[in-house]
Each structure stands twice: as structure tokens, then as C-alpha cells.
């Protein structure tokens, strides 16, 4: 949408009117708003690390260590079997949230078990067997074995009833009937979830548990909370066991603006986070914002006529310059900024526009007389061109106009130029249609130079045109009685600036520019010859006639060069004259 510049100027004027308002209610508000943020912050963050350290003091005193005890007493050579079965109904009996106690012998399908008889009984009231249930299988404690998480709770919610389990396993020393023993533990949550349903902050915030996809746990019904930005930032540290506490300011799908923290209790897959709407966190400041905004509204509406004035006066000039700017975009290098004439920077904006226009209009002209290359190379030179050269492989195309000389002698000079600029013209199209670059012009001489895939077959191409195009002129203007014989020649060349320091022209030169216009000179009228390489290179064209002719001696080469002359298929071609 296009936003005008009186537009624009009104509003920085009106704003410059009740900007000491607005900063003064700016800095009110953002001392408020960063002392609540600073409280909210410092509460979620407490509530946080709260959770994590009575997670953590539950598993290590109330789990682990009684768990630790009754590995080693399974472990004393002075007990026997019997007595190591009453040590783990001994154990349950004192642990009221472990609700089973197994010893699973390496190799043997029946474990020895004890569990908790309410537990128990609430399994088989949900239609489960609760020695199946309350067993850890041989394939979980594999599981743990092979991945050395002995000590490290396995948690998962119990769909049935609803209840969330941590399996725990410790390996003993102790071997019965030579087999290995493991001690493993199945432990209700059921605190844990209390832990967080009750604690103060749940009345005014949210606290939530997450594991490393994204889901709730500890609780009876689980959600999926991965659209939450926290969410998303606290799932990559659950993976790689981060354990560093962090503060997030976020938007929820919702829209709602929330304040977060998370952090990571040590013995358990799972992230810890506490969550407060800005809302609430931010009520006193949204009270004084809305204040400010009534005020700010008022002294907004009384400066705006004084506003409106400064700005109507202020971009009149610069819209002008902005439309000349618009005219010199389109082409038009003789529009100039003509009624500015004020006596400030916006007027000496004008002048500066009016001699860039005029520089811009010089340098439009000034390219004219130079090659693609030579612009391509200009731009590519950061630091300035400078003297020399690269090799690449090119084709090079020489015109030359048969009978120019005689054509000059008997018409004016002003005729001569303008029927040079006519089949200059139609060259120059042909050759940029096919891809090339006029190099340069030399008397009554094109220089034409091609690059890359296919440059071989598309200089033929263009030569075969630039012949039938001039053909064309010829029947337009009989009496210019001008012809054009074309060389083609392909292979290596030396591309760069050479010349004086202050004196250079952007060119190509090598044996293959200097085989292209011994061929050129060659060429009959209305020929065209190309050389061994661009032959072999351009043969397959189906809409051109190839054929090969007499090796002819050329200056500057010791044996007979090979060459071939190219017409349009359909055509009959011409032979060379002796």
C-alpha cells in the first residue's frame, strides 16, 4: 500500500508535537512494566527450581536411597532366599508409594514379586492382572542393561486406571543359582502430581509438565503442547539432557501473550514449566497505559491542524523532484527540477539532481560506444580496471562490407554514415538475438564474440542470418551494390584491458580473432567461412548447409588452413572465387 510523503510528513509532525508526552509516558510505563516483569520473572523462575528440587529430594531420599538400602541388604551373604523375599515385603510395607518390589533372576520367566495389595486390587478392579501388570519384563531391564540406565526411572502412564509408574532397576552382585539378579521397583507418581496441583502458584499461573515429544505428563489426561514456542524450546534440552534453567517471553497460538520459564529435574525425562499470562502480570501497567493513551489522543488531535500546514509546505518541492526522478527512470534525461528555488538543503537537493541527471545522460551516451564485456568487466572491478587478460575459449565473428570503398567515393559522407549505421543495426540485433557481443566496429568491420554452451553453433547461426539479412538490404537498396562476407573462427583468445594507463580498451586477442579475419577476408561476397573447430563443433544443425572446401594459404600461417562455408539449408552455396 502506498503510503504518500505529505502523509507521512503530517504524522512526524504531529508526533513531534506530543512526543514529550509520549516519552514521559513511555518511560513510566517501561519502569513499571520492567519492575512486574522483573517480579513475575523472578516468581516463575523460583516456582520452577522449587518443583525441581522436591522432584529431585523425592527420588533421591524417598525412592533411590531406600531402594540403594534394600539392594545392599539383598546383596549380604547373611541373608538367605526367604529372608531376601521378607526384606522386599518389608520394603513395600515401608515405602507407601513403591506398589510392587521384584527380583528378576537373569534367564528365569518367574520373578520374585511383592506388591501392594490396594494397588493390587485397584488393578483388578480396572480389569487388569495385576502380577502381569507390576512386572518388569525381561525385555525392559535388557533394555536398561544395554543402555546403562540403571538408577534412571522409566515413566509411563497406566491407561486403565490412569496412574503414572516410574520403573527403577539396580543390578546386585549377589547371583542366585549363578544367575545375575536384578532389583527393580514400580513407583506410583500420585505425590508428584499433588506436588504440582497444589502448589500455590497453580491458582493464578499454569504448571505443566512436558516430556521430550511434547505431551503433558503427571497428568490423567494427557495434551499435546508442541505449538508452544516454550515448548519447543525446552524439547531439544529433554534430548540432549541440558539441564539449564531458562526465561522465555512469548505468543501462544492463541494470541495470547504469556511469560514462561522451564527447567529440568535431574532424575526425570522431563521439563518442568511455569507459565503467566502478561495479562495478570502486567495489569497495573496496562492501567497506566490506557491513561496515557487518552491524554496522548487529545494532544494528538490539537496538533494536527498545525501539522497538516507544515506538511503540505514541506513535500511540495521534494514531490517534484520525486516526479522528475520518475521521468529520468522512464528515459527522459532532459527533465530537470525547475521550480524549487528556495534558498535551503531541499534547494541545493534540486541543483545536486539536476547536474546527477546531467552526468547520468553523458554516461547513457557513453555506453553506447563500448561492448557488453567491456560494461560486465567496468562492474565487476571494484577497485578499478587495470591492464590484462584471462584466456577462454570463444567464437569470433568478422563482417566485413564488400564495396564500401567504391560506395564512399561516389555518395556523400552523410550517406555513407547513415547506410553504415543501417547494417550496423541489423547486425548488432542478429548478433544479440543469438546471444553474442558486439566487440567492436572497425571501419566498415564487425567484431562479434561468443561465450559459453553452444557458442560454436550459435555464432554460425548468427552468421548465416547477418548473410541473408544482407542480402535482404541489398534488394531494398540496389544501388549501395554493398555485400558482406563473414569469417568465423573458435578456440582460445586472451580476454582483458590493454592499452595506456589513462588510455584502454576492453578487448579480445590471439590467433583465433586473427584466423577469424583472415577468413572474413577470404569470404566472397555474401560467404560465410569458418574454421576446422567451429565446423566440428556445428555440423549436427539440420537448418544449415555445410561445405567443405579447397585448404586456402592464409597470411601468417605456414601450411594450408582447412575451412568450411555455411549457408541456409535450402540454399545453394556459394563457392569461393579464385
Known amino acids: 500500500m502506498r503510503f504518500p510523503l505529505r502523509v507521512k510528513f503530517f504524522l512526524f509532525a504531529t508526533l513531534l508535537a506530543v512526543a514529550p508526552l509520549a516519552i514521559v509516558g513511555q518511560n513510566l510505563t517501561t519502569l513499571t512494566r520492567d519492575e512486574l516483569k522483573s517480579a513475575a520473572n523472578e516468581d516463575l523462575t523460583t516456582v520452577a527450581s522449587q518443583l525441581r528440587t522436591e522432584f529431585d529430594n523425592r527420588f533421591q531420599g524417598r525412592w533411590m536411597s531406600p531402594l540403594q538400602v534394600i539392594r545392599n541388604g539383598i546383596d549380604s551373604d547373611e541373608l538367605d532366599v526367604p529372608q531376601k523375599v521378607s526384606l522386599l515385603t518389608l520394603g513395600l510395607q515401608e515405602l507407601p508409594e513403591v506398589v510392587a518390589l521384584q527380583l528378576a533372576i537373569s534367564g528365569s520367566k518367574l520373578p520374585i514379586l511383592a506388591t501392594d495389595q490396594a494397588f493390587s486390587n485397584t488393578l483388578a478392579a480396572a480389569g487388569l492382572d495385576p502380577i502381569k501388570t507390576l ?33 527403577i532397576a539396580l543390578p546386585l552382585n549377589t547371583k542366585i543359582a549363578g544367575r545375575e539378579v ?8 500420585d505425590a508428584l502430581s499433588d506436588l504440582i496441583n497444589n502448589h500455590p502458584f497453580a491458582k493464578r499461573g499454569e504448571i505443566t509438565v512436558i ?11 494427557q495434551q499435546v503442547l508442541r505449538d508452544r514456542q516454550i515448548v519447543q524450546s525446552a524439547q531439544p534440552l529433554i534430548l540432549a539432557e541440558a539441564r539449564a534453567n531458562t526465561l522465555l517471553s512469548y505468543v501462544r497460538s492463541d494470541g ?21 499470562s502478561e495479562v495478570k502480570a502486567y495489569a497495573v501497567v496496562n492501567a497506566i497505559t490506557r491513561q496515557i493513551l487518552i491524554v496522548g489522543l487529545i494532544g494528538f488531535g490539537l496538533a494536527s491542524a498545525g501539522a497538516l500546514l507544515f506538511a503540505r509546505r514541506l513535500s511540495r518541492p521534494i514531490l517534484e523532484i520525486g516526479q522528475v526522478a520518475e521521468k529520468v527512470g522512464a528515459g527522459d534525461f532532459g527533465a530537470r527540477v525547475t521550480t524549487v528555488k528556495s534558498k535551503d538543503e531541499i534547494g541545493d537537493l534540486s541543483q545536486r539532481i539536476n547536474q546527477m541527471i546531467s552526468h547520468l545522460g553523458e554516461r547513457m551516451e557513453l555506453m553506447k560506444f563500448v561492448s557488453h564485456g567491456t560494461m560486465s568487466a567496468i562492474q565487476s572491478a571494484s577497485d578499478g580496471m587495470s591492464r590484462g587478460g584471462e584466456r577462454r575459449r570463444v567464437s569470433v565473428i568478422f563482417t566485413d562490407i564488400r564495396g564500401y570503398t567504391e560506395f564512399s567515393e561516389r555518395v556523400a559522407p552523410e550517406v555513407v554514415i547513415e547506410a553504415l549505421n543501417q547494417y550496423f543495426d541489423v547486425q548488432t540485433n542478429i548478433v544479440n538475438k543469438h546471444k553474442g557481443d558486439v566487440d567492436k566496429f572497425i571501419g566498415d568491420a564487425l567484431v562479434a564474440v561468443f561465450e559459453g554452451d553452444g557458442m560454436e553453433e550459435r555464432a ?5 542470418e547477418i548473410s541473408q539479412a544482407m542480402a535482404g538490404l541489398l534488394e531494398k537498396y540496389p544501388e549501395y551494390n554493398l555485400h ?20 584502454m580498451d576492453f578487448t579480445v586477442l590471439g590467433s583465433t580473432v586473427n584466423l577469424s579475419a583472415r577468413l572474413c577476408s577470404k569470404a566472397d561476397p555474401g560467404q560465410v567461412l569458418l574454421d576446422q573447430a ?34 541456409p539449408k535450402g540454399s545453394v552455396a556459394k563457392s569461393r572465387t579464385a
Open 484 to 503: 558482406v562476407g563473414t569469417g568465423i573462427a573458435s578456440g582460445e583468445v586472451v580476454v582483458g584491458a590493454m592499452g595506456a594507463r589513462d588510455r
Open 256 to 276: 495470547e501473550k504469556m511469560l514462561g520459564a522451564y527447567t529440568f529435574p535431574d532424575n526425570f525425562p522431563f521439563a518442568i514449566v511455569t507459565e503467566l
Open 211 to 221: 516430556d521430550q515429544n511434547g505431551v503433558t505428563a503427571l497428568q490423567q489426561q
Open 135 to 167: 512386572t518388569t519384563s525381561a525385555e525392559v531391564l535388557n533394555f536398561m542393561h544395554d543402555n546403562g540406565a540403571f538408577g534412571v526411572p522409566i515413566v509411563h502412564q497406566q491407561p486403565e486406571t490412569g496412574t503414572w509408574i516410574a520403573t
Open 182 to 189: 536384578t532389583l527393580a521397583a514400580k513407583i506410583k507418581l
Open 460 to 464: 554460425v547461426l548468427c552468421a548465416v
Open 534 to 567: 567451429t565446423y566440428n563443433a556445428s555440423k549436427q544443425l539440420s537448418v544449415v548447409n555445410f561445405e567443405a572446401l579447397a585448404a586456402i594459404s592464409l597470411k601468417g600461417y605456414t601450411d594450408l588452413v582447412p575451412n568450411f562455408s555455411a549457408s
